[in-house]
């Protein structure tokens, strides 16, 4: 049972996934529209051609628009651990917020609440890693900049969504040691990009958003792997 009021919103924007499909990554993203009412809308014209299958309104309302069996479109262009499509092996999640272009603020604790209960059941029914619940900027790291660094990514993880790096002395070592590219790939990034390690400290190192390999970085990157053996 849901403590939140769930209520039905289909969207026509959506296709089957591939036979061989296995969903193994939570995207979670801003909005990014002044309004609820106008995301809502966009995400269920068929003009826009963009979905999610689920949004989270900012009193905790949740909104479902696509069936979990089927790929909706949220990702765009991206990817994971080598491998594009995003859409056809996740599910997505809108949560409600004006975004960086309209007003960013930050995310009311019953909108929390509410994507952290959605959350949990969404790993558990697809057995989906902690560290594959990501951000849409850490699979676009050069298009997007969503949820952002006001999401409350430590919070989600303490309710047993994703993971939050806690550093140790074994992840101490000289920052010019580092091959942060090469770190940032092993983990699922594409290190290509040039703002890979941007999207990083957006997500897991959000005082400092410099795009550049300070100390504090580097050791919440090298946690992260040794925390989940990538
Ligand atoms: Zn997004």
Redesign the pocket.
Known sequence: MSSFRRIDRPSPNHGPRAADARVELL?L????MPSAAHALDRLCDPASQVSAHYTVDEDGTVYAHVPEDRRAW???RSSWRGAGDVNGRSI?V?IVNPGHEFGYRPFPPVQMAAVAELCRGIVARHAIAPADVL???DV?PDR?E??GELFDWPGLAAQGVGIWPTPSQADDGPVADADVAALLGRYGYDPAGPRALLAFQRHFHPGTLTGAADAGTVRSLRALLRLTGR
């Open positions: 995207i993203h801003y909005t990014g949220h990702a765009g997505g809108e951000g849409h900027s676009a997007k969503d949820p």
